[in-house]
């Protein structure tokens, strides 16, 4: 009867405008890859391209051939829409330059 249990986990995905979270029930041997085809995911957002997804688990990148435990929330991962490095390397070239401290504080009162 052991090949009957099943553990919980959810999967995620969120656009800007609209964030899903969705529990399922799946076999404990279950890939990440696995729980999103599962899950509907790929078929309720067509963005998602199966080829060059990227997920993890709470906030960690994973392998999608990575098994699931009991608990797990699976996220699906949009691709940035500008690297990082290259923003800083375009502001340092403008001469503009982050403040460090996060803004200036009014201290007159």
Avoid: C, N, W
């Amino acid at each position: 009867m052991a090949s009957a249990e099943k553990i919980s986990i959810e999967v995620a995905y969120a656009r800007p405008e609209e964030q899903v979270i969705l529990k399922l029930d799946v076999a404990p041997d279950t890939s990440i890859q696995q729980a999103i085809e599962q899950s509907g995911m790929l078929d309720r957002f067509p963005e998602i391209d199966a080829g060059t997804l990227k997920a993890g688990i709470f906030g960690k990148l994973k392998k999608l051939t990575q098994t699931l435990q009991q608990g797990d929330r699976v996220e699906i991962y949009r691709p940035l829409i500008a690297d990082p490095k290259q923003v800083r390397k375009e502001r340092a070239a403008a001469g503009k330059h982050m403040k460090k401290g996060g803004g200036s504080l009014d201290r007159t009162s």
